[in-house]
């Protein structure tokens, strides 16, 4: 993941510049008003098990990610959403053959809005932190062969909890129309049947949000 350095100074920019801002806004997040997002990013792999599959190691591939949020804000400082995500990854360093892994996700969070009342460069701007939970799908395309701990072993895809949190930035088109950027950590509790391991990756998105 030697991508995640950059990713994550541009989130540190974003929050740098929404710090500079001086010139109120009307809100753009008010009481009890909802959004609907689609998004499309990259999300950024890791080790698959924790146990070497025949020497080598099983990787997660970076691979690009889509999805949809839905978002109710009960508060002009807070939401909570529910997103839903696919990655049409790759299972890698097989001694079978790499095979593809399609990773599905559903999260519940929490959003706070730090600044929900300013704008930037005359439109609306709104930066936000998020944190949550959700449990995800793995599907293997074939099953995983090879050797594991000297023993001839054949692992299944598996099922399991996620957790995320991120921070992001919310900037207004036109009319209700607007664009949304966010880094998330995401963190997989294992996507194989054996000798699976704690997955932690990073998840770039940009999407194109309405409220209503």
């Not at 097989?94 to 599905?104: I, K, R």
Request: proline letters at 4%; charged letters at 15%; aromatic letters at 14%.
């Amino acid at each position: 993941m030697n991508r995640r350095s950059p990713v994550l100074c541009l989130c540190l920019i974003i929050a740098g510049l929404a710090a500079l801002h001086v010139e109120p806004a009307t809100a753009q997040t008010s009481s009890s008003s909802q959004d609907v997002q689609l998004y499309v990013g990259e999300m950024f792999g890791d080790r698959l098990m924790e146990t070497p599959l025949s020497g080598d190691t099983p990787r997660l591939n970076d691979y690009v990610t889509f999805g949809g949020r839905y978002t109710y804000n009960f508060m002009k400082q807070l939401g909570i959403q529910l997103s839903a995500g696919y990655t049409p990854t790759r299972a890698a360093h097989l001694p079978s053959g790499d095979s593809d892994l399609g990773l599905t996700t559903v999260d519940l969070d929490a959003v706070w809005y730090v600044l929900p009342d300013y704008s930037l460069a005359g439109h609306k701007f709104c930066a936000y932190a998020e944190t949550g939970v959700g449990y995800a799908w793995a599907h293997l395309n074939h099953d995983l062969f090879g050797f594991a701990a000297h023993r001839p072993v054949t692992i299944a895809d598996s099922n399991g909890y996620t957790a995320n949190a991120g921070l992001g930035a919310k900037y207004d088109l036109f009319d209700k129309f607007f664009v949304d950027f966010d880094v998330r950590y995401r963190y997989l509790s294992k996507l194989t049947s054996a000798y699976g391991r704690g997955i932690n990756t990073v998840q770039t998105t940009l999407s194109l949000g309405y409220q209503f």
